[in-house]
């Protein structure tokens, strides 16, 4: 019985040489033209605020006064 062999050509192997990249690159476009305007901002205005929330604050409670002691057992009163 005979064998037959049917040569192929394989790129895969390390033998082969590299692709050739053939892509052309093409350079960047040139920056947008930039106009710039002269703008004046008018000063800042100064805010009063006139809210009744703003008062002086109250203090806080006194605290409540201390209760009388409770009497021990066996204690009169």
Do not use: E, W
């Not at 037959?4 to 692709?19: C, E, G, M, V, Y």
Request: aromatic share 4%; glycine share 2%; charged share 5%.
């Amino acid at each position: 019985m005979t064998t037959k062999t049917t040569p192929t050509t394989d790129n895969q192997l390390i033998d082969a040489p590299p692709p050739t990249i053939t892509d052309t690159i093409v350079p960047p476009p040139p920056p947008a033209p930039f106009t710039a305007t002269n703008t004046t901002c008018s000063a800042p205005t100064t805010s009063v605020a006139t809210s009744n929330y703003l008062h002086l604050i109250s203090p806080p409670p006194p605290p409540p006064p201390p209760s009388p002691p409770v009497p021990t057992m066996g204690t009169r009163y």
